[in-house]
């Protein structure tokens, strides 16, 4: 066989072993929980949470007794973990948006801080197993 086809078949296969071989398994399969505190308009909202595999789903407590599900997507980076999300709140609150940011605080903690719409700016402090 020529010297260029074994070369070009070992290139190829290494490239299809590199692209196929399976990945590590991510280290966040174990939810990570969260406690939110915030306000709005002078009220005290609140809402707990969960992240694994990069989603979230937040659960809160707004002004005038509306209660809602987020549903989050993060993004995640080395220190920092943005997030967007949506969710459905009561009390004809409707449609919420929301976005922030999670930090790394040591081996076990993490901070965050986030907005959204139906239950305003909040403070977030979680851990992880």
């Not at 299809?16 to 939110?36: D, E, G, H, R, T």
């Not at 509306?66 to 220190?79: E, I, K, N, Q, Y």
Request: glycine share 16%; aromatic share 10%; proline share 5%.
């Amino acid at each position: 066989m020529n010297r260029a086809i074994i070369a070009k078949s070992i290139i190829t296969l290494i490239g299809c072993l590199a692209l196929f071989a399976p990945s590590p398994a991510a280290a966040q399969i174990i939810p990570q929980p969260w406690v939110s505190v915030g306000g709005k308009d002078g009220d005290t909202t609140y809402a707990v949470g969960a992240r694994a595999v990069n989603l979230g789903v937040e659960l809160g407590v707004g002004p005038d007794g509306a209660t809602g599900v987020d549903v989050l997507r993060f993004l995640s980076l080395p220190v920092f973990s943005p997030y967007v999300g949506v969710g459905y709140y009561s009390e004809d609150k409707g449609v919420a948006l929301s976005g922030g940011m999670q930090v790394n605080a040591g081996d076990r903690f993490f901070i965050g801080a986030g907005y959204n719409s139906v239950r305003g700016v909040n403070g977030q402090l979680g851990i992880r197993f």
